[in-house]
Nanobody
Framework: QVQLVESGGGLVQAGGSLRLSCAASGSVLSIAAAGWYRQAPGKQRELVAGISSGGSTNYADSVKGRFTISRDNGRNTAYLQMDSLKPEDTAVYYC??????????????WGQGTQVTVSS
């Protein structure tokens, strides 16, 4: 079992910053890729940022230049630094990670979601 625990969400004014963390625990052998998704009320869940084991990153056009995804391989933790936040960024943010358990079984796990609210 691999579990993801998210933290760092909250309420912030437009133009402010937040840093989200996603820590994987359990029988983790390696993480192939990690990503942050978000879902606003009445909207579909969308990929915000992703990072591969090789360090390649991918961002939604709406957050390019403002958000930065990173990872700490030793701690099995992914981060999302969010700067210059806009009210449109308000959503529940979910972390996803895919990889291998120590048994060499693959996993695809999701965090519980953390609310990010940006006021104008």
């Amino acid at each position: 079992q691999v579990q993801l625990v998210e933290s760092g969400g909250g309420l912030v004014q437009a133009g402010g910053s937040l840093r989200l963390s996603c820590a994987a625990s359990g029988s983790v052998l390696s993480i192939a890729a990690a990503g942050w998704y978000r879902q606003a009320p009445g909207k579909q869940r969308e990929l915000v940022a992703g990072i591969s084991s090789g360090g390649s990153t991918n961002y939604a056009d709406s957050v390019k230049g403002r958000f930065t995804i990173s990872r700490d391989n030793g701690r099995n933790t992914a981060y999302l630094q969010m700067d210059s936040l806009k009210p449109e960024d308000t959503a529940v943010y979910y972390c996803n990670a895919r990889g291998l358990e120590r048994s060499w079984r693959s996993f695809d796990s999701w965090g519980q979601g953390t609310q990010v609210t940006v006021s104008s």
